[in-house]
């Protein structure tokens, strides 16, 4: 329905920040996400911001780490991601729902549009 692009992926030392983008085609109503993959393990969210910004939820391992945020003027939503470890080493995806009301969704089945995916390389 909407398409995703996402960019900022790499590789980077522990310790080190990334910044993601993830620009979306359409409407400006998307609650948004981010969420990730890392080997053997199943998908996670890390991150979510309602349609206008106001509200945001992070996983507890990434709080005061990372931070998502949204340009609405761009149709962009981003996520700052500091003081990286090892741990935050996965495939990062940015995922979609149109959906008016103010909220953030956490769920992977919440979203109906999905990015391809960006990586991230934490080395240590």
């Known amino acids: 329905q909407v398409q995703l692009v996402e960019s900022g992926g790499g590789l980077v030392q522990a310790g080190g920040s990334l910044r993601l983008s993830c620009a979306a085609s359409g409407r400006t109503f998307y609650a948004m996400g981010w969420f990730r993959q890392a080997p053997g393990k199943e998908r996670e969210f890390v991150a979510g911001i309602s349609w206008n910004g106001g509200r945001t939820s992070y996983i507890d391992s990434v709080k005061g780490r990372f931070t998502i945020s949204r340009d609405n003027a761009k149709n962009t939503v981003y996520l700052q991601m500091n003081s990286l470890n090892a741990d935050d080493t996965a495939v990062y995806y940015c995922?979609?729902?149109?959906?008016?009301?103010?909220?953030?969704?956490?769920?992977?089945?919440?979203?109906?549009?999905w990015g391809q995916g960006t990586q991230v390389t934490v080395s240590s």
């Open positions: 995922a979609a729902k149109a959906i008016r009301l103010g909220i953030v969704l956490m769920s992977a089945a919440g979203y109906d549009s």
